[in-house]
């Protein structure tokens, strides 16, 4: 199984709309979670960091269950430039690394 | 501010052909990582540095070598070009010993290899 996994989509949401996505990991031990944004053909780019408590920031908010081993995002009132593909990293701790998923493509549309 | 530079950004290889992309950073970070990333893939790592003279293999090392001879410097080499190494190859460096911490990578603007 990956480390982690995500549903590619695209998920196309209405402007205005909240459109909400997960992220499934395995091995849930000593681990941070956060999400990336990656604009086409553009580098990745911290969006947010997952807290156990969950994280906002504005319209966007990043949840963890660790029980069901899963990370969301929920982004509300969607913008055209919300568009992009929103990928979801874990972090283990005392390794350096971080492992990313595939990636959920968000299309807003007009 | 430079950041992290990758060149070039574009470059078609033949099929054994070999070549260097090349990555440096100007915020003194002492982590750096190349990542490959295929269509509708998610970011693979090939080689990660934590220091200058230190070099680990990721998930895919096959077919890259990579050197650190600098803190600033990170360069990853092809030796023999193949269709399979067709990709977007990132580079990234993080200042932080805890990444985990903060999950801050900073990257590069990618290098687009055709191989053919």
């Known amino acids: 199984r990956k480390e982690v996994e995500q549903d590619p989509g695209p998920f196309n949401v209405p402007e205005g709309a909240t459109v909400a996505f997960n992220c499934t990991y395995s091995n849930s031990a000593s681990q941070s979670f956060f999400w990336y944004r990656q604009d086409c053909r553009k580098e990745p780019k911290l969006l947010m960091s997952?807290?156990?408590s969950g994280n906002e920031d504005g319209r966007f908010t990043a949840q963890l269950n660790r029980a069901s081993q899963y990370i969301s995002l929920l982004i509300r009132d969607s913008k055209l430039s919300d568009s992009a593909t929103y990928l979801c990293?874990?972090?283990?701790?005392?390794?350096?690394?971080?492992?990313f998923g595939k990636g959920n493509q968000v299309v807003v549309i007009p | 501010n430079a950041g992290v530079t990758q060149t070039p950004k574009f470059r078609i290889l033949k099929i054994g052909q070999s070549m260097t992309l090349q990555c440096t950073q100007d915020m003194n970070h002492n982590y750096m990582y190349w990542y490959r990333q295929d269509p509708g893939m998610g970011l693979k790592l090939i080689y990660y540095s934590v220091g200058a003279g230190i070099t680990d293999k990721g998930e895919v090392p096959n077919g890259y070598n990579v050197s650190r001879s600098t803190t600033e410097d990170f360069p990853l080499r092809l030796e023999l070009a193949a269709p399979s190494q067709t990709s977007v190859y990132f580079c990234a460096s993080s200042y932080s010993p805890v990444l985990a911490v903060n999950g801050e990578l900073f990257f590069g603007e990618g290098s687009r290899l055709t191989v053919l």
């Open positions: 997952v807290y156990s």
């Open positions: 990293a874990k972090g283990t701790y005392g390794n350096n690394r971080l492992a």
